[in-house]
């Protein structure tokens, strides 16, 4: 991760932070709230489109 901005690395985690308490506050369970933020990251990752 020699690569990585670390400014840009620690928001992209407040962001996937965010996206976590919003989810358990809509009703998620955590471990739901937390496989949504993963798959997030993943589509993200492989150039997909946020569909949802």
Known sequence: ???VNPAAFETMAVMHHEFFVSYVKAG???HRALLLV??????QESG???TT
């Open 1 to 3: 991760m020699s690569d």
């Open 48 to 50: 997909g489109a946020d």
């Open 38 to 43: 993963i798959a997030w990251i993943q589509k």
């Open 28 to 30: 998620f369970t955590e």
